[in-house]
């Protein structure tokens, strides 16, 4: 495996750890509140990223090609507004505690870097399957990004 892309998987499955243990703590701290409900999602979507990012870095480890190991998940049109006018609805009238404003914030940044490093990386990116792999992350990033950004939003002015 190219030096580059062994140390993009290296950053990527670290990165990936440290959101989990993020969103993970942030579920703790947060009580029954639609925040908890997003972080929840979002540890979720991290946990599926680890085991992805682990395989494909296993498999390129071992002499595997791009092609050989990564499975591209299907596209999947998320849409954040709709998505978090669904959650928003089981805990309509609610207020956002600080320390669930404070972790949102960070989350907010967290997924700003991820978003910069999956950006940054497909620029560099010459394979076509690594391409399209590193097309998939930014995406998936862009979509936590809009979820995030859209219930700072709500929290603000939850009749907007």
């Known amino acids: 495996m190219a030096d580059r892309s062994q ?33 929840e999602m979002l540890k979720g979507d991290k946990l599926e990223h680890q085991k992805r990012i682990t395989a494909i870095h296993s498999g390129l480890v071992n002499g595997q090609d791009w092609e050989a190991v990564c499975t591209l998940p299907d596209e999947e049109e998320s849409d954040a507004a709709a998505l978090l006018a669904d959650l928003a609805a089981k805990f309509e009238g609610a207020a956002c505690p600080a320390s669930e404003k404070d972790a949102l914030d960070q989350a907010i940044e967290l997924e700003k870097k991820v978003l910069g490093f999956y950006e940054q990386q497909a620029r560099t990116a010459e394979d076509e399957t690594e391409k399209a792999f590193l097309a998939s992350m930014v995406r998936e990033a862009k979509g936590h990004n809009a979820l995030l950004t859209d219930l700072f939003d709500y929290y603000d002015d939850p009749e907007d």
Do not use: P, T
């Open 7 to 39: 140390d993009m998987m290296c950053k990527a499955l670290e990165m990936a750890d440290n959101a989990v243990q993020f969103y993970g703590k942030a579920v703790g701290d947060c009580s029954e509140s639609l925040g908890r409900e997003i972080f």
